[in-house]
């Protein structure tokens, strides 16, 4: 009896999970984007195969043909886009937890992961239809299959058949097609897992293995045929110019991809304390490295008090820092803090027993580096990607750092961890729906809705929207739309 008690509670707890993200897409505010591809444009490049004018359509000319065609398709309907957010977010979550150890640690950790984003993630990924279409489904099928790669290793798979290989090869050729980055790093996750399985592991290459990187070639194939890609874009400006590409890391990257992450950081520089305490034989070499954690764990949380001193503009950079004594310092001191995680992971875990933690922090660096050579458009959700890797990462120091402790000690972390889950899930559930409310009261500006004017009010919580919730951002034309039409045909 207890057993099965036992076995159902995670099931009963992700149908929990599904249901909060599913209300949860319902209370998205539309915006930006949402309304380009829902309109007009959106209709025009749908029937032209996602192929316009570079002046007109610029960056929303591109091969993305299954993230392009579900923005569109979520846009139009609602139902469907509540229940893609509440199997994604949760897929998502599901595959954290199986990768990190299936205990209630990491479940409730991995849990928490939407809860400490910085705001250019809560608006840009978490509270924006765009923005959740391109970056959750295919990170979530990404994890999916290190899911399967990680039971072959550790000899749970049962056998390797045709329709799993055929599963792993659509699961590459759709992942593949919703934005550029991930549809490389497929690629190089196929051969990185032949490489490793044959001279770590001494396994030969498995089917679903070869179905996986067959299907991630052919994906980059058809992606990258596109003919936008081989016409100068008006859009994305990539360049080698040293100088621009240091400047655009003091000034505005480094912030997005490590200094704003300070939940994470802190809990990294906290367990490598934990860790060093209980590894290190060697009294100077356990001193000096607790020393230089505490040092991080201090300046990474008086950043942030700082900087909460500061304004951003609606892309989430901090202008008025640019070129500042601040941004150097702080630019440098990222660069510092990497070589400290690297020695942390090299020092605390051993490759063939925790290859996980290893390949998250990898991708944490690799999935970092494609943004770097980008002058313009930056934005902060392109190094989401990168942060589910270092948080993934984060919770492996956590459970690492807890398996020296007491039972007593890991309760009552766990009791704590979940009274703070549910308290955030609370909060951004009631700060969105007050953000809802608001938003159904001022669109119902008759100037606004017949294009007259534009909004003149913001929502209460306004990082819980596009663009920090920016005016020009919102559309009259859509709000009409959507305003005439009843419930059922809404969904």
Same mark, same amino acid.
């Given at each position: ?242 100088p621009a590409l240091i400047q655009n ?6 912030? +997005? ?22 590894m290190f034989k060697n009294p100077l070499?356990? +001193? ?49 803090? +990497? ?147 009843? +419930?059922?045909?809404?969904?």
């Amino acid at each position: 009896m207890n057993q099965n008690v036992k076995s159902k509670w995670p099931k009963i707890y992700f149908a929990i999970v599904f249901l909060y993200f599913f209300i949860m897409r319902f209370l998205v505010i539309p915006s930006g984007d949402d309304f380009f591809w829902g309109g007009s444009q959106g209709k025009y490049l749908l029937q032209h195969g996602f192929y316009g004018p570079q002046a007109i359509y610029g960056g929303s000319s591109n091969g993305r043909y299954v993230g392009n065609f579900l923005e569109i398709f979520t846009i139009h309907h609602l139902l469907p886009a509540m229940l893609m957010y509440g199997i994604f977010w949760t897929l998502l979550i599901w595959c954290m937890w199986r990768l990190t150890g299936k205990t209630k640690l990491s479940l409730l950790l991995s849990s928490l992961f939407v809860f400490t984003f910085q705001d250019g993630y809560l608006s840009t990924v978490l509270a924006w239809n765009a923005g959740f279409i391109n970056y959750v489904p295919p990170l979530s099928l990404i994890l999916l299959y290190l899911v399967v790669v990680q039971k072959d290793w550790q000899g749970q798979l049962k056998n390797s058949n045709w329709f799993l290989t055929g599963a792993m090869f659509l699961m590459s050729l759709v992942g593949g097609l919703f934005v550029e980055h991930l549809t490389l790093y497929q690629i190089f996750i196929g051969l990185a897992v032949m490489i490793v399985g044959h001279f770590i592991f001494k396994k030969g290459i498995a089917l679903y293995e070869s179905g996986y990187l067959i299907g991630a070639v052919m994906s980059a194939a058809i992606m990258f045929s596109h003919p936008a890609y081989r016409e100068h874009s008006t859009y994305r400006n990539t360049s080698l110019d040293i100088p621009a590409l240091i400047q655009n890391y003091f000034n505005v990257t480094h912030f +997005w991809f490590n200094t704003l992450n300070v939940v994470v950081n802190v809990v990294l520089c906290v367990t490598i304390v934990l860790l060093s305490s209980k590894m290190f034989k060697n009294p100077l070499r356990k +001193w000096l490295t607790n020393i230089i954690a505490s040092l991080f764990a201090v300046y990474y949380i008086a950043i942030n008090l700082w900087l909460q001193t500061k304004t951003y503009d609606q892309f989430f950079m901090f202008k008025q820092l640019a070129g500042s004594k601040a941004a150097l310092l702080d630019g440098g001191i990222t660069v510092l803090f +990497w070589i400290f995680l690297i020695y942390a992971t090299l020092s605390f875990f051993r490759f063939k027993t925790d290859y996980v933690t290893y390949f998250s922090m990898f991708s944490y660096f690799a999935l970092i580096s494609p943004f770097l050579l980008i002058v313009s458009p930056i934005n902060s959700r392109e190094f989401f990607t990168a942060y589910i890797f270092l948080y993934l990462a984060m919770i492996l120091f956590v459970r690492k750092a807890l398996s020296f402790y007491a039972f007593k000690t890991r309760r009552s972390v766990k009791v704590i961890l979940a009274a703070v889950l549910l308290l955030c899930a609370i909060n951004v559930g009631v700060k969105m729906t007050m953000n809802y409310q608001a938003n159904m009261a001022r669109v119902q500006d008759e100037r606004f809705l017949d294009s007259k004017t534009s909004l003149k009010t913001h929502v209460p919580f306004r990082k819980y929207v596009l663009s920090n919730d920016a005016l020009l951002q919102q559309s009259g034309v859509y709000w009409k739309d959507y305003l005439t039409k009843t +419930w059922w045909e809404r969904m």
